[in-house]
């Protein structure tokens, strides 16, 4: 059974950092987009960043310049550096996998994690 297990929330203070994993278990071939979403309190679910198996990221413009995405497509894990956060960046953080291919699978499917929460409060 694949599934996405995240790591890496917790507290910090303004202007500090932090780095998100999210690795893809199970017997996956081969994972098209990944990426960062979040949700705070009373708001939407939001595309943070995402990044395709080639690389191509694309970045909320929130974060840009803050926030670095990246992947190992060995591993199928994806990881979101997070510098300079602000308390505007408070949220759960959910990893999503779009278009996995599975050894199981007949086709392609997509999957969320289970969210990981990130407070930034002094």
């Known amino acids: 059974q694949v599934r996405l297990v995240e790591s890496g929330g917790g507290l910090v203070q303004p202007g500090g950092s932090l780095r998100l994993s999210c690795a893809g278990l199970?017997?996956?071939?081969?994972?098209?987009?990944m990426g960062w979403y979040r949700q705070a309190p009373g708001k939407q679910r939001e595309l943070v960043a995402d990044i395709t198996s080639g690389g191509r990221t694309n970045y909320a413009d929130s974060v840009k310049g803050r926030f670095t995405i990246s992947r190992d497509n060995v591993k199928n894990t994806v990881y979101v550096q997070m510098n300079s956060l602000e308390p505007e960046d408070t949220a759960v953080y959910y990893c999503?996998?779009?278009?996995?291919?599975?050894?199981?699978?007949?086709?392609?499917?997509?999957?969320w994690g289970q969210g990981t929460q990130v407070t930034v409060s002094s």
């Open positions: 999503r996998a779009d278009g996995i291919l599975s050894m199981t699978s007949i086709a392609r499917f997509n999957l």
């Open positions: 199970g017997r996956i071939v081969s994972i098209n987009t």
